[in-house]
């Protein structure tokens, strides 16, 4: 085995957890898994959350290229009007959807987002091998099991909380 190959496998050693939790409005739920990362809902303003994947000592989110880039919304966001049974009331939703993304939220990440895959200073865009690449390293997904909407006049609601389960997998 390559010596490169053999430090990113005890560096990031094969992982596999699950756990729930519970988050309300305005605030952030942070909680670690595997050796080196946390997994973080930061909170959106006006509303909702976004699935953040971070690796201890590194500010970038490990889980920003998870697909859809364009045109549809994006898992790792979650709004209130994602849980609207009918959304077309809410006029500011993105891309003006007919639904939200799937529950459970499907979301990859690697602790090669930002260095060897499109870095800080990367002047093209992300290739779908390397998009594969960091699929092949970690994958997670959130599933929304219990929330609560306040009603607004323009028809997108504020999400109060959610309780959520989450399955983590990946490593080397």
Request: glycine residues 10%; hydrophobic residues 35%.
């Amino acid at each position: 085995m390559p010596l490169a190959e053999f430090k990113r496998k005890l560096r990031y050693p094969r992982f596999h957890e699950t756990f729930t939790g519970q988050v309300f409005q305005g605030k952030r739920f942070r909680r670690p898994f595997g050796d080196r990362f946390y997994l973080i809902l930061e909170p959106m303003q006006p509303d909702g959350w976004e699935i953040m994947v971070k690796e201890i000592g590194r500010d970038e989110n490990l889980a920003r290229l998870t697909p859809p880039f364009h045109f549809v919304p994006n898992p790792r966001y979650i709004e209130g009007w994602h849980l609207l049974e009918d959304p077309s009331g809410c006029a500011t939703r993105e891309f003006l959807a007919e639904a939200g993304p799937a529950n459970p939220r499907e979301f990859i990440f690697s602790p090669e987002v930002g260095t060897q895959i499109a870095g800080p200073h990367a002047e093209r865009g992300v290739t779908p091998e390397e998009v594969e690449e960091v699929r092949r390293f970690g994958r997670g997904s959130l599933t929304i099991e219990k929330f609560r909407l306040q009603a607004k006049a323009d028809g997108c609601p504020v999400i109060e909380w959610i309780r959520f389960s989450v399955q983590l997998e990946g490593g080397y």
